[in-house]
């Protein structure tokens, strides 16, 4: 069986992330969405909330699981016994990061392959952090993200 | 009457701005410098600085108006009776930021067009953020920004 | 009134174009679709082709006309008493010559205004080259073309 | 079993090449060389040697299978059962054109996926063209191409 | 003599840094490593260490020196009758910045002249931010930073 | 004494080509302008031509030689005892293919370095294939190219 990882922060989860993921489900058996507990930035969900995001929106696909993790990915990908990165490319900027922590993951453990999915074009533009700062600035979130997660970010933002 | 809105922190405002919403006027009947008040990171200047360096800078272009805005920009345009959005791309990072965020905003709003233009080459390569570590570093911003902008740099860095 | 050129070699004209000189028109009183006779390549379609599959391509829509020029696109903007060059942006690479292009314009006529709209997402990555290469193998250019142009690319590529 | 193209013109095949469809096979139980017989340009080798060439240089991985194909890629993929197009990625440049060719792709097939591998950082700046022009120059490839091709480049170019 | 200053943050420096160093010492008599005092973002070494780490890094190379300096780059660069900044070039988005800081640096002090170098391709995509990144999570860091710099990146991160 | 040679196919020389030229004396001794004789394209001028074109127009300058070259680049720099090669940058894409020959040439002779310089603002936007197209349709390059250069390009077009 083979198993694939797509790690990320999921700040919130978008419908991006999950047509990403559940495309991804074509090339693998099972893919598993491993939200990252550690970051340098603030998150504006916790890991226990973007995990719960995340695993509400996929919980209608079998092939989908969600998992936090702490500490290094490969490690991660090695304990899940995985054996492919999957990330999905937006824009120019995120390639060369992307290209960038490839060759690093890839020194570390050759044996991992990194994937990338090309954006579904009328989804390719959404990030996690424009849909922030949209719901920051009670912007209409609803085309860009899951109905709970459009829920869970007014609630973040209403004006107390 | 045509009006355009040209959004930014101008935090603070340079020359290169100044030429983007002066050549904006040759398209449109009015152009709205909208200085925004929310911001993720804290400025170096507060929105009435902003503002008022800003209104400073162009008293002499009758067509160009200065205005600070709270919220959603598209909210601000309509707010306006303006229909499009002026943008100046500097850079091809620039670039993929601007087309994302015209993508978020046409998605909100479809009649409001975001117009680019293109940077002047001699201040092509000027960013408000150079512009302050520069004046941080007590550089000279003399050939990059207006007058009373350059003074109110060396006043915000003084030595105490 | 305010009267903007749209230039390019449209061989052939696509939906992509289209829809930038609608867009255009929403900025503009009239668009004129300007199609360049001279090319240092040879392509698939003369000027005249050209330019009759532009010309019905926008037949309702008033504000957009169609016209052939040959020389400096400068000098035809201002024979047209125009005073703005239209281009939509695709993709970065786009985005440097296109850069490049305002820059010398500029250089040669400083009162015209080069403004770049950002792409409809669902369109934007049609190109005509793309299309013609599509034609040539035969395969369905029906979501990319207007349906006069699809036939002419079946007819000109149909096997002999 | 999953099966996955690899397609390209591989005029000739190099390292490059051959370290991604090995690495392809990590991800899928078989994978295709499908070298295409149409192109715009004039090719260096034909379709005949540039197949040989290919198979011979994958001639020890059982699971690569060198085909030739005519006609769209996305009909050969449907005719060969496969479900994803495997493409290298270099440089930014390629990206763009990447992105665009596999959102044609999927508009005209939406079941087919288009699966991006990041470059092996030591040969990722190998390009057939650059390899091409060093043979020409009558310049050392033997670090960039197999044996037998530097033999088949270095013939093809030898003085007259 | 001709010498250049190769300037950053170095915060810590990395095999790159040194590939770099030691390159420019091919072109200039002499190269000296400006460890930058101020920054806007908190370094995870303070200027002493960072200096320190450097200095060791190329203890064994005659032509290059560290110094640290507080200020304006150009004007460290003329107070030590450098006349040639170096600077490394990794990725696209590098190189934009790059351009721009050179083009600000051209304008202050218009003698004193930019020189990048290209990436070495093994080294060329380690950054000190993914250093530090895969540090924080007790990843392996020996093949991207001199033995000091993972013993003082590993003491760093130490769990308490 | 160092030397760097400048290669380029030069079809013609502009007033940027000249600029880094210039620019490169500062850091070496002596500069060549080392102009290509083969090449996939058929030039608008041949190898004579450009060579002349190029050698008046660094008349002055007398730390700066042009010499033609024909066959592989890193062998004409060894015959030369130069030991470095210099390259102009102005663009992105103009980056990623000079990075990728840079590391060819690298490969083939590691002690042969490769050095960036920036461009200059006010001419950093101007190329030959743009000046030559410009000349093709009658405009005027006189800000682009030196004078000799401007009238051997009216000349080439003049109408028959």
């Known amino acids: 069986m083979k198993r694939a990882i797509y790690?990320?922060?999921?700040?919130?989860?978008?419908?991006?992330?999950?047509?990403?993921?559940?495309?991804?489900?074509?090339?693998?058996?099972?893919?598993?969405?491993?939200?990252?507990?550690?970051?340098?930035?603030?998150?504006?969900?916790?890991?226990?909330?973007?995990?719960?995001?995340?695993?509400?929106?996929?919980?209608?696909?079998?092939?989908?699981?969600?998992?936090?993790?702490?500490?290094?990915?490969?490690?991660?990908?090695?304990?899940?016994?995985?054996?492919?990165?999957?990330?999905?490319?937006?824009?120019?900027s995120d390639f060369e990061f992307e290209i960038q922590m490839a060759a690093v993951n890839r020194r570390l453990v050759p044996e991992i392959e990194t994937v990338f999915l090309s954006p579904t074009e009328d989804l390719g533009f959404v990030s996690s952090s424009i849909v922030r700062e949209l719901a920051r600035l009670h912007g209409n979130v609803a085309t860009f993200v899951p109905k709970h997660v459009a829920i869970a970010l007014k609630d973040r933002f209403k004006p107390t």
């Open 7 to 92: 790690p990320g922060t999921f700040d919130p989860i978008t419908l991006g992330h999950i047509d990403v993921a559940h495309r991804a489900t074509r090339l693998f058996d099972e893919v598993i969405i491993a939200v990252a507990a550690a970051s340098s930035k603030t998150p504006l969900f916790d890991l226990v909330e973007r995990t719960a995001l995340a695993r509400h929106a996929v919980r209608d696909y079998p092939r989908i699981r969600v998992l936090s993790f702490d500490g290094l990915l490969v490690d991660f990908v090695r304990e899940q016994q995985a054996h492919a990165i999957v990330r999905g490319l937006r824009a120019v």
